[in-house]
Structures are given as structure tokens and as C-alpha cells.
């Protein structure tokens, strides 16, 4: 097929009107997804824990899960964000800092590493209901 010198120009503006417009659409939905400021963030749900199955491996920060350290998976809040979580149950409360995406299981809100589930005395019953709020 022969395509005259019009047409060929016409093309590559349309290809790179519609790339605009894609990356201007990914952009936009990026932002409007964007967490409310985490200073402010408070939130009440469940929380499940995970640790040896994932102990070694990267979380979507890059650094590698440590079951040991005091740190969670969040849906949306920004890497690095810390959280005082608080075990509804007993009252018991530490600081953890975001460091992977998650939880994956409906109904959760936070999956906390295992130390961070021992220290507020839920390891044995999997889950509990926990409150959340930002710290600076």
C-alpha cells in the first residue's frame, strides 16, 4: 500500500493527539485515586497479619519484608507514612510504618508483619478490629 506524504503526517498527528490524551487520562486518574493528606487520615476496620511466607521478599517499596520489623501494607496511603494502630480489643496500641500495598482480602483495611500482630496480642485469631490514624 502507498500512502502520500498528507496522509502520513495526518497519521502521526493523530497517533500523537490519542498518546497525549492517554497519558493526560492515566495522569488524571492517578491524581483523583490520590489518598487524602495522611496527617489526617483515621479509619476503623479489620486487620489481618502476614509474615513467614513473605519474609525475604520485595514489597511494592522496593525494600524487602522483614516479619520483624514494625511495618504494614495499606491500600493507598504513601510509602513511608506512620500509623498508630490501635487493637480495639484490648486497647493495645503501637507505630508501624507503611511500606507494601494491601490487604487483598475484602473487609481488611491493614495487614500488619507479625511482630507488629504480636505486640497487639492478635496472632492467634488471625484478625481484629483496629483503629487507624496517621502520625506525623
Known amino acids: 500500500m502507498r500512502f502520500t506524504h498528507g496522509f502520513v503526517v495526518v497519521l502521526a498527528a493523530c497517533s500523537a493527539l490519542v498518546a497525549g490524551c492517554s497519558a493526560q ?5 492517578m491524581q483523583s485515586h490520590a489518598p487524602a493528606a495522611a496527617r489526617s ?3 476503623t476496620g479489620s486487620a489481618s497479619w502476614y509474615g513467614r511466607y513473605f ?3 520485595r514489597t511494592a517499596s522496593g525494600e524487602r519484608f522483614n516479619q520483624r520489623a514494625m511495618t504494614c501494607a495499606h491500600r493507598h496511603l504513601p ?26 482480602v475484602r473487609g481488611r483495611i491493614v495487614d500488619l508483619s ?6 497487639l496480642q492478635f496472632i492467634g485469631q ?4 483496629v483503629r487507624l490514624e496517621a502520625i506525623d
Do not use: W
Request: charged share 25%; no cysteine; aromatic share 6%.
Open 114 to 119: 507479625h511482630e507488629a500482630a504480636r505486640q
Open 41 to 43: 487520615y483515621h479509619a
Open 55 to 57: 519474609h525475604g521478599r
Open 79 to 104: 510509602f513511608g507514612t506512620q500509623l498508630r494502630v490501635t487493637n480495639l480489643a484490648n486497647d493495645r496500641s503501637i507505630v508501624v510504618r507503611v511500606n507494601d500495598r494491601g490487604p487483598f
Open 25 to 29: 487520562q492515566a495522569h488524571h486518574r
Open 126 to 129: 488471625g484478625h481484629t478490629k
